[in-house]
């Protein structure tokens, strides 16, 4: 099957570029078919399950499809669940853009988070930003510093965008570009966004319960609070140093800022 290329898919990406874009198209139809699987077994008056699956899905199916490809890396970000896909010099972030068939150069890019700064590091500059440099203006604003698997990544990477647009009853559309990230999270974008072909096809539509699991025999149910074994609790001391310098004793977890603070999560 003959595979239209971007420029600067080819450039980015290296040979691997037209399966990437095969296998990007690939990864949303799964995910697409995944969330209206869970959609449907949870049988649920709401669309919160299909959000969530397809939430999941989105980068799990996108690492499926490219993670055995020539010079592919899965890269996990500071406290994100899941990991990215790092081909060539092009990591690839895949999100929602639209419920509804619009205009991709009109939507906005994925909701401000810690993450999404970090991610456009690797993007190329706005055009205020650019405009400010070409005639020498002090450009001070602070730039995010990539942690985790982002902090790794070799000199050059680029974010590849993969935005797309469904809802529980279709997967619309589906592009992938360049763009930097503007202001009010417009984007701008360096690439034209270059629609990506969704097969028909489904090659993995995610695990389903096919057998009922063994269930416990009568004689073997506990029916009261007094039966079975005993819980157990485990203790563990402070250390003598912490108590000597009366360092209070820890009893919440910090708290953890939130990574995965897309949108469209739920939806």
Not at 190 to 195: H, I, L, Q
Request: some cysteine; hydrophobic content about 35%; glycine content about 6%.
């Amino acid at each position: 099957m003959s595979v239209h290329v971007p420029p600067w898919a080819a450039n980015v990406l290296g040979k691997a570029a037209p399966l990437v874009q095969v296998g990007l198209g690939q990864a949303l139809r799964n995910m697409q078919a995944n969330a209206q699987a869970a959609h449907e077994q949870s049988d649920s008056q709401t669309k919160h399950t299909f959000g969530m699956s397809r939430w999941e899905n989105q980068f799990q199916r996108v690492q499926d499809e490219l993670k055995d490809l020539p010079d592919a890396t899965a890269v996990r970000p500071y406290r994100f669940p899941f990991d990215l896909m790092l081909v060539g010099r092009g990591l690839i972030y895949p999100y929602k853009y639209a419920e509804t068939t619009v205009d991709v150069r009109k939507a906005r890019g994925p909701k401000e988070s810690e993450l999404i700064r970090e991610l456009f590091s690797f993007a190329p500059p706005t055009r205020h930003v650019q405009d400010a440099l070409d005639i020498d203006w002090d450009v001070s604003a602070p730039q995010p510093e990539p942690r985790g698997g982002l902090a790794n990544l070799p000199e050059g990477t680029r974010l590849i965008l993969v935005p797309f647009a469904c809802n529980a009853s279709e997967l619309l559309a589906a592009f992938w570009g360049i763009a930097a990230l503007g202001t009010e999270r417009h984007l701008e974008w360096v690439t034209e966004p270059a629609p990506l072909t969704v097969p028909k096809t489904v090659t993995s539509h995610g695990t389903r319960l096919s057998t009922i699991p063994a269930q416990a025999s009568v004689e073997s149910q506990h029916t009261g609070f007094a039966e079975g074994s005993e819980p157990t609790l485990t203790l563990s001391s402070r250390g003598s140093s912490e108590r000597l310098r009366g360092i209070p004793p820890l009893t919440e977890a910090e708290p953890v800022q939130d990574q995965t603070s897309e949108d469209d999560a739920t939806h």
